[in-house]
């Protein structure tokens, strides 16, 4: 059940995270990022690895989005 739910929100960042790579949107990051790492804790709670894995790598597209527009942009 918890992987479930970290399937779940990590799909609707995921959906987020696409929307913020639009130009002067990338501010949104700062809460996806956070939203992903909820996700993280839950599918590190379940047995498998599938939500983990997904919101690893909406939290590593989130935080590279965030470098290379400077944090802000």
């Known amino acids: 059940m ?4 970290s399937l779940v ?6 959906v987020l995270a696409v929307f913020a790579f639009i130009p002067l949107l990338g ?4 809460v996806i990022v956070p939203f992903a790492v909820v996700g993280l804790a839950l599918g590190a709670m379940s047995d498998k690895t599938s939500g983990r894995n997904l919101n690893i790598v909406v939290i590593v597209i ?8 400077g944090g802000i942009i």
């Not at 501010?27 to 700062?30: D, L």
Request: no cysteine.
């Open 27 to 30: 501010w949104a990051n700062w």
């Open 62 to 69: 989130g935080v590279i989005r965030l470098m290379l527009g």
């Open 2 to 5: 918890l992987n479930i739910g």
């Open 9 to 14: 929100i990590g799909a609707i960042a995921l």
